[in-house]
């Protein structure tokens, strides 16, 4: 079983259209994130939810919204579509807290390519 | 603000070359750190992770890390690399006591030739 599934891998869209990634963990994690990994690999959080409830919201558009219906949960929605938003989306999941280890596990990663 | 400085952004290195990548981060507290690794269109595995005691880390596949407070540094090791080690290598950090919010530096391309 995968540990962290990302739904889909690949995305190919048009401009100004809304598209959705989805996220779920098996692992039993109390907190999942987002991160956007650009055209020369750079990795930067943009969300993170801990137990369904929003702790870190990093300076990303409005356009983009993550929503948690559990914690095993975390999906990216995605309003009016940029070419700039074009990048490889990477769901991950840690355990936090203060006899966690921290350890990350990432999902596969959705290449989004907006035309 | 908390930032990581990986130098070295592309390495080139034949086969059984020794391999060190450097890694700085700044931030005043107690931090965790990580190495990654994400082989081409893969996604990233941790290779080794840092919290306290021996600031000498061993982690998979050969590679180790060196922690030194005093620099600030968590520089990667490998003794002799394979052509399999070709990949994108990145450093990150998280506050002790912080939301487990990871912070990447830029990445260092590793590229071994056979």
């Not at chain 1, 369904?52 to 990093?58: D, R």
């Not at chain 2, 540094?73 to 487990?100: H, I, M």
Request: aromatic share 12%.
């Amino acid at each position: 079983d995968t540990a962290v599934s990302q739904t889909p891998k690949y995305l190919v869209t048009q401009m100004g259209n809304d598209k959705s990634i989805k996220c779920e963990q098996n692992l039993g994690h109390d907190t999942m994130y987002w991160y956007k990994q650009d055209s020369k690999k750079f990795l930067k959080i943009m969300f993170s939810y801990n137990n369904k409830e929003l702790i870190i919201n990093e300076t990303v558009p409005n356009r983009f919204s993550p929503k948690s219906p559990d914690k095993a949960h975390l999906n990216l929605h995605i309003n009016s579509l940029e070419l700039g938003d074009s990048a490889v989306y990477f769901c991950a999941s840690s355990q936090v807290g203060s006899h966690s280890n921290y350890g990350y596990t990432f999902g596969s990663g959705t290449r989004l390519t907006v035309v | 603000a908390q930032s990581v400085s990986q130098h070295n952004h592309h390495v080139i290195l034949s086969e059984a070359a020794s391999l060190e990548l450097g890694c700085n981060y700044s931030y005043g507290g107690t931090v965790n750190l990580f190495w990654y690794v994400q082989y081409p269109g893969q996604h990233l595995q941790l290779l080794l992770k840092y919290f306290s005691g021996d600031p000498l880390v061993k982690g998979i596949k050969g590679f180790e890390a060196e922690f030194i407070k005093s620099k600030f540094s968590f520089n990667l090791r490998k003794p002799s690399v394979q052509w399999s080690d070709t990949a994108e290598y990145f450093c990150a950090v998280t506050p002790s006591s912080n939301t487990g919010k990871l912070i990447f530096g830029q990445g260092t391309t590793l590229q071994v030739k056979p």
